[in-house]
């Protein structure tokens, strides 16, 4: 049988480096005589391999015997020749040491399997391996661990998943992970349905993982949207109420509407906002804004109680702000109790020996430690040492500063059906029954239970909270209504499937009529807005007393009719506050949009009361609807819209610096060139830069520079920016140092809203005002800007035409020809004439000097001859610092050009919020805009135009019309 080619070259590959003992001629390999009579022998004088010649088989070597019987020769030679047989076997014998002695290529023993057999997981584990191989393995295994210049250290084996599933373990792992960004109670159950991202040192949910923008807006608008705020910072104000009052007296201003000591506020029943600015510096260097809550008076006592929630970004600030006007200076470090150590721990006798346990072995878990590791205590945020200070006093009076941060957890639900899902969830606490009352107990209910008045007032707040059946939305209460309440553990009541809180028309027609329209009309009386959860002693009570879910199972385990609702234990009451969110209080439309109700709770207790709340048919927003939920409202948010705070400077560096990398993370051939769309900076705002101009425009007669800017030309625009506006840009940025506030004057917002003739979302009709606003002439012009020059104001841009605004968007000056377009049925908007991108041939020569050049970096030299030749060969690009280096392909460097005149229509502001409004039906958008630059524009307008700009996305040529709408 004669083998086939591939056997044939598989074998010669193998027989390669194998000495040769025998040979053959070239006519006849497989033996035989030579053409001269003599014999073929080997020239080592080896054994012949001689074999009879058939004549149905070509000469070759074959394998194996042949069909026919015959078989190779075995006769001996004749003669042998000593010098060849000596090298023969030389060759043999180094071969054979060669094959010994040399290293394969590879030491692990699981490349000798075949192909097919090899894993990448063998090179981990050797059990993987076949059982003839594993010795072999781990001895190399061993040697390759001795070999180190170190020896490694052994690993431990990790826990089986039922060892990890413990919830002694599962706390002390989350724990671990929490010491980087601080977890919410309901981190776990958002952790499954939301996007995830960590801010300001917390891990919280941004948006679902499944497509809800449009149902979220009609709960919102319709039923009822549920958001965690737990992240939000509350600290904690005691003192005397005058003493309070006075320090807090300078951090706000009363031109910027109610402070801390507004009527209402400081009875305790309703809620009050404010920005906060550092003291004394009104109407500079704002802080934020905030929400605060006094706590009830209480009979024969001035010492007050204050509550002030703010954003997470805004609490070091804050608490050093209000230390340093409380005078509250001295740090109280809390007491830790020290753990006993493993040597103060008494022994146990134990006869059995315990076995030596190995370092890498799992241990069994036996029955004597069921009960598995201590539970960590979370003390605040859960990341704090317990040695940190949190508490501050002042030396010279009893004002106590207490930084109470996820002490209170905060939830919020808006829409019109907030109260609903509130009411149909929980339940006002019931009495205790009279063997409790009777006994001693260390739970808090018991024993408030035993005082008459305490109970009367707790069926007042009861019979309040029934009186919000019949209330048909959330909106029909006073603004900031505050009501205290003590309700039982909601999971007691909980349903057995989802179930859509409706308002019910019988449970409606069963409330009192005339109560809730005293309800509605002069909200909660100030006794039922106590509340046991200002009271830190019952806070812990609750904490610490809270029924296991594990004792809640048993008990439903032992009802007889499954489904039924539970025995209230003497635990199971814990103490609320509702604090009324008042919704959109600005503008003439959509009023009480996006009413709702704040729930605080102790901590603790937040799976407890979301699964109910949830279960009752709720939607469930992170951070991207609260943006949302501010837009439609029309109000600005932290830190988004405050650019005057020191928070909303440092978000904005931070967007910037995402958006710019997304830029650059784009191919450049699929970039948008925002050089040539006439965009200065698409992925920030330079207020400062907007209002210097503005203020120097308007100072040295903005009127002649504005005709001059209308009738530019592109080209135009940018030779004149290098000469006459980039350098009084610089002498104005080197001799003022004052920084750019935003209006928030009361009295100034309504007389320039009135001035800008406001009108309903699309524009379709103008709003009465009343009483109606002054003339705008020259000198209310003068005498309004004498005190607002460096100022931005809030204002709200409603789309005439089609089109959806970007963020970022452009906010420009209409042309007196562009306002007869206006009068033209479907007119959109002018167009920006294409810029020219002067720092193209810039980079372009960039890249090629690098193709030519050395890979040396060029020297600071080299760049100026390189800045200098280019600005020589065209006039027309404007000089910069920057080297080529630096450039970006469609961005401008640093410093920027004049920002108010470098298109054809003068820059009045920016967008940072800009969408399709659901609630309006039209594009909308919010933003800054330069006073002096507006009371500029309205000046020049006609009457029936007043209040009309122009629009144009970052990424388009293409301006817009919109009405510019200030709403106070």
Known sequence: MKMSASKVKMREKKMRDQPVSVQYSSQNEAGGSN????????????????????S????????????????YSKEMPKYITAGGFARARAAEVKAMLKAVTKRPASCHVFETLPKHMRRRAMSHNTKRLPRRLRLMAMKLREKSLQGGSKKKKEQTRSKSRKARRRHGNLLLEFNRRQRKNIWLETHIWHAKRFHMVKKWGYCLGDRPTYKCYRPCYRAMSSHCLLQDLSYYCCIELQGEEDRLLTGLSQLTSKEAGPTFAAALCLSGRRQGSVVVYRAGQYPSQPLGPVTFLWRPRTQGSTHRQLWIWAHPTLKQDLLAELRSVCDCSEAVVPVVVPEPSPAEVTPTVDSEPKPK???????????????????KKILGDGTRSPTTPVTWKSSSSTTVINDLTMEIIRYRLIGPQSHTVITEAFEAATSCDEMNKSQPSSLWWPEHCKDENKMHLHQ?????FHLLKGIFSTAELPPGTILGLTVDDPRLTLPTKKVKALPCVKQAQEVDEEKRRELVLSGVSEHCCQSFLWDRSVRDNVIDNKISEQELNRMRSEVLVPGSRLPVPPQGRVPVLLVHQPGKQVGHEMSSWGAGWDLLLPKGWGMAFWVPLVYRGVRIGGLNMSLKHSQNKSAPHFPHDYPDCPAGVHFQEEQEAELLDKFKRRPPAKRTNYIKHGCLAPFCCPWQQLAEEWEHITREGGEEREGAGRSRTTTEADTVMEGEVATPRQDVTMTMAQRFTVLRNRKSLRLLSGWCKPTTSKGQRACRLRPPPPSLDLSAVKSFLTSHRMTLVWVRLSLLSGGKPELHGIVCVPTSEDLKQLKAPGAVGPQEPPHKDHFKSRIKRKKSSKKAAAPSLPSDKTVEK?????SASDPNIPITSSSPLDLVLGLWPDPLPSVASHCSRLTLGWVTQGDFSLSAGCGEALGFVSVPGLLNTLQNQPMEHRGTVLLRNPTSLQYRFAKINIEV
């Not at 080896?46 to 058939?54: D, H, V, Y």
């Not at 149905?56 to 078989?71: A, L, T």
């Not at 390189?866 to 280019?870: I, Q, V």
């Open 35 to 54: 053409e001269n009579g003599g014999e073929t022998r080997s020239t080592g004088g080896g054994p012949s391999t001689n074999r009879p010649k058939r």
């Open 866 to 870: 390189e800045t200098e030749l280019s």
């Open 357 to 375: 346990t190995t370092p890498g072995a799992k241990r069994k878990r036996s029955s004597k430690d069921q009960s598995g590791p201590p539970a």
């Open 460 to 464: 007042q707040q009861a019979d309040v």
């Open 56 to 71: 149905h088989h070509q000469p070759g070597w074959v394998r194996g015997h042949q069909k026919d019987g015959g078989d």
